[in-house]
């Protein structure tokens, strides 16, 4: 609410629907419930969340109002447009966003599974000057602490980097569902847009206001610059693959080393059912990623022209719409969001 009242704009990412709906249902635990019973639960939670955060922010005179989204929120770029534009006018309003994932009608193909991966893309969406991560964890410490105790929390980290992985334990609060490897891929999505993370205890009420005034009590990290932008962070991190097409080692080197389209010639082997226009990742003959992005045909399609070259595609197919598998625009490469 401080936050709000000095002028800046704040949304919050908060999981505990289904939590406090099973408060209110007696003979029911968190633990071993299916999904139409977690979907079922979250009906009757989401409400009782909201009432909470209602009551906490009337003393400060501030509104708030309730985001529910799905993974097809972000990976549908339409409805992630529109997304982004009800939350932006929700901001000018003056109303704080409680956003959650929607466990009612989410399933496991198409959930985030923890709120650490939604509340990086949200701050992407929103352009935000800082992602804040709350929980249990204090913060990124140096070496894995469960299996070294006296591992210290490391203050401010310049810039984000692949090795953090390797400190992350997969230690998680009572009531939540990511460990601290979930909070890197979290600040791995926000530093790839410009964004620095802070990752700090939610048990301790001061850890913001300190953290405005300067002193860090957790682990920031710094953003030094933004790798991927716009449509291409979008096709990297928030939309979900429909398939796989896996490429020679030529067309490797036309994509990362000059830059260029992916062409049918290139194209070894399709995978999976995807349509035109879909996103798919193109992976190398050893199974690791090259990169992601929108294909101009379909897996049928892609299937009769793969290894031909350009100018046989309308022989092959009747017709010819493009003459790029995918056009290097539409193409987030791997190697772009770790540079």
């Known amino acids: 609410a401080p936050l709000v009242h000095q002028g800046r704009k704040v949304a919050i990412v908060s999981s505990g629907a289904i939590v406090s709906g099973i408060s209110h249902l007696s003979g029911l635990s968190k633990n071993n419930l299916s999904l139409s019973e977690k979907q079922a639960i979250a009906g009757v939670g989401q409400p009782i969340l909201m009432r909470f955060y209602q009551k906490a922010f009337e003393p400060y005179q501030l509104l708030v109002g309730q985001v529910l989204l799905t993974h097809e929120d972000f990976s549908v770029r339409h409805r992630y447009l529109h997304s982004k534009r009800t939350l932006e006018q929700m901001q000018k309003l003056g109303i704080i966003p409680i956003i959650n994932e929607n466990d009612t009608v989410a399933v496991d193909e198409i959930r985030f599974g923890e709120n650490d991966q939604l509340a990086a893309l949200v701050a992407v969406m929103l352009k935000a000057d800082l992602l804040v991560i709350l929980s249990v964890a204090k913060g990124i410490c140096e070496r894995d602490p469960l299996k070294y105790p006296e591992a210290q929390v490391i203050p401010v980290i310049k810039s984000f980097d692949q090795k953090l992985y390797e400190c992350g334990e ?170």
């Open 170 to 339: 997969e230690s998680k609060s009572k009531t939540g569902s990511g460990g601290i490897k979930s909070k890197l891929y979290a600040v791995e999505i926000a530093s790839s847009a410009g964004i620095p993370t802070f990752i700090g205890s939610g048990k301790d009420p001061e850890v913001l206001r300190k953290l405005f005034e300067g002193k860090v009590l957790g682990s920031l990290v710094i953003a030094e610059k933004q790798k991927l932008k716009g449509l291409k962070h979008w096709l990297y991190f928030a939309s979900k693959a429909k398939g796989e097409i896996v490429v020679d080692s030529g067309a490797v080197r036309a994509l990362v080393e000059k830059n260029k389209s992916l062409l049918p010639s290139g194209v070894i082997e399709v995978r999976g059912k995807f349509n035109s226009g879909e996103l798919v990742r193109v992976v190398d003959e050893q199974g690791r990623e090259i990169g992601k992005g929108l294909v101009n045909y379909s897996a049928e399609q892609l299937s009769k022209i793969k290894g031909s070259h350009t100018n046989q595609i309308e022989r092959i197919l009747g017709t010819k719409g493009y003459d790029e598998v995918i056009h290097r625009d539409n193409l987030a490469l791997a190697i772009e969001n770790k540079a």
